[in-house]
T-cell receptor, first 112, second 112 residues
Framework: EAGVAQSPRYKIIEKRQSVAFWCNPI?????LYWYQQILGQGPKLLIQ????????DSQLPKDRFSAERLKGVDSTLKIQPAKLEDSAVYLC??????????FGPGTRLTVL | AQSVTQPDIHITVSEGASLELRCNYS??????LFWYVQSPGQGLQLLLK??????LVQGIKGFEAEFKRSQSSFNLRKPSVHWSDAAEYFC??????????FGKGTMLLVSP
């Protein structure tokens, strides 16, 4: 069974630029999550989807971050414009049955 | 609000020695508890999970954890550490489809 796929793996941009990350969950997993992991900290949830609907986006900085999951499968997370403090690893996870989240390899973003 | 405390930021263990990583949680209901491991540049890999039943759970790579409700703890143990176990370990709490709350992680260093 293929795992959660994310791309790109690494991205370097300058502040005020835009960036987008892509995630393809494990086949059949209805629930998808985006987490932000700042260096030295545990992951923090940004947004949770159930199929193509948003379940929880209370911690998503909506003035600059957006996410979509149009067909209930893959998802895109966008930052526009990026700030220095957005430098982090962005992790995508999916959940098949309400019990366990499975994580992708992450995208490491560096904002200069 | 739910929270997870991992009191040790770094731990150094000699190869072949036993290991215990501490985790304390705060959660209003019956918790789902998880331990994940993260190697450098990698995503999070699930080691083990506790939902209910036997309070001693076995995981992959020879790890086990014990749930102690009275102490609000879920400590991770391994009887004999291998050099390949060097990584960062995260404890997390959640419930069903809900988001996970992670601790800040414990970095395990293995000395020869």
């Amino acid at each position: 069974e293929a795992g959660v796929a994310q791309s790109p793996r690494y991205k370097i941009i300058e502040k005020r630029q835009s960036v987008a990350f892509w995630c393809n969950p494990i086949s059949g997993h209805a629930t998808l999550y985006w987490y932000q992991q700042i260096l030295g900290q545990g992951p923090k949830l940004l947004i949770q989807f159930q199929n193509n609907g948003v379940v929880d986006d209370s911690q998503l900085p909506k003035d600059r971050f957006s996410a979509e999951r149009l067909k209930g499968v893959d998802s895109t997370l966008k930052i526009q414009p990026a700030k220095l403090e957005d430098s982090a690893v962005y992790l995508c996870a999916s959940n098949p049955d309400g019990d366990t989240q499975y994580f992708g390899p992450g995208t490491r973003l560096t904002v200069l | 609000a739910q929270s997870v405390t991992q009191p040790d930021i770094h731990i150094t263990v000699s190869e072949g020695a036993s290991l215990e990583l501490r985790c304390n949680y705060s959660y209003g209901a019956t918790p789902y508890l998880f331990w994940y491991v993260q190697s450098p540049g990698q995503g999070l890999q699930l080691l083990l999970k506790y939902f209910s039943g036997d309070t001693l759970v076995q995981g992959i790579k020879g790890f086990e954890a014990e749930f102690k409700r009275s102490q609000s703890s879920f400590n991770l143990r391994k009887p004999s550490v291998h050099w390949s176990d060097a990584a960062e370990y995260f404890c997390a709490v959640g419930s069903g489809y809900s988001t996970l709350t992670f601790g800040k992680g414990t970095m395990l260093l293995v000395s020869p």
